[in-house]
């Protein structure tokens, strides 16, 4: 069946009949959750099967940002913590294969909490390169400061969560990490020459260009468009994360309702589009603003409608797996990062 090129959220635990109307007459190629979603787990299964149901699709594709740390929407007592992407790196320091370990079986572990309810599709990993002076919305999420550790950190993930049976989306690409200001609220500015960014934060994203799904950054780079942010910038779209880092996976953006960007909802759903976004991702579950993205946004259609199939197509089989001794493992993994103090 045909959909539209957008992902939306929805307002809380079950869908309110205006919803259910929206997704029938709408037809959003995918769905997000976020913590006002999910009670327990019976609840969130019942909730994605009806997203689906209402949709026609069984196939929809429902998405979550599940990384562990602060940025966890299935949390305690209903689902396992997990740590954040700084230990891994203090891991990795320690001794590299021991930080890739973790990073794989803690995505693993997610992709196994995600895979019980039905959710196919994690927000993660990230490849993000923080400096000093940058805004904390990254922070201790980050995998390191070196791009080469950051992308080897960032595939232990994906193969993690592939393992499980789980699709990566790959962000913010082509670099969150210098963004001085959190662009939920406000746009941030990185006056960086090109020549740096692709020797940091751009070199970070090339190894990972395989992956099948990226997410865009709300962040302006001056030295490559100091009018718009990667997100609505089709000289960046088209030089940088389709050029220079070769991504040719579904690329969606970032929230559409962040602060950081300008312009009405409307606005904004068609300056992603124009720029060569093939997805635009509205998250805060408002109705009003769901249904301004729905009008903006075209059938998914051309390169964008294979690059959409492509991904989907390249989730696998989740692989046998003993999920208490992964953990044993793991919790074992970040005891060691914890005494060495990271």
Known sequence: ?????????????????????????????????????????????????????????????????????????????????????????????????????????????????????????????????????????????????????VAAIARAVTEGLEQGGVLPVLKHIPGHGRATADTHFRLPRVDTSKAELERTDFAAFRPLADLPMAMTAHVVFSALDPAHPATTSATIIEQVIRGGIGFQGLL?????????????????????????????????GKLDEMQEVARETPELSGMALQRAARALASRKVPQPFDRLAARTQLDALIDRAGMAGA
Request: charged content about 25%; some cysteine; aromatic content about 6%.
């Open 1 to 149: 069946m045909s959909t539209r090129a957008f992902i939306t959220g929805v307002s809380g635990p079950e869908l309110s009949a205006a919803e259910r109307e929206f997704i029938r007459s709408e037809r959003p190629w995918g769905f997000i959750l976020f913590k006002r979603n999910v009670e327990a787990p019976r609840q969130v299964a019942e909730l994605v099967e009806e997203l689906r149901e209402v949709a026609g699709n069984p196939d929809a594709p429902v998405l979550i940002d599940q990384e562990g740390g602060r940025v966890q929407r299935l949390g305690p007592p209903n689902w396992p913590a997990y740590p954040p992407g700084a230990i891994f790196s203090a891991l990795y320091d320690l001794d590299r294969a021991l930080g890739l370990s973790a990073a794989r079986l803690s995505a693993r572990l997610i992709a196994a909490d995600l895979a019980e309810i039905g959710i196919t599709v994690d927000c993660l990993p990230l490849a993000d390169v923080p400096v000093e002076g940058a805004d904390a919305v990254i922070g201790n999420r980050a995998y390191g400061t070196e791009p080469g550790k």
């Open 252 to 284: 969606m953006s970032d929230d559409v309702s962040m602060n950081a960007l300008a312009g009405s909802i409307a606005e904004r759903t068609q300056a992603i589009v124009t720029a060569g976004c093939d997805m635009v991702l509205h998250c805060n």
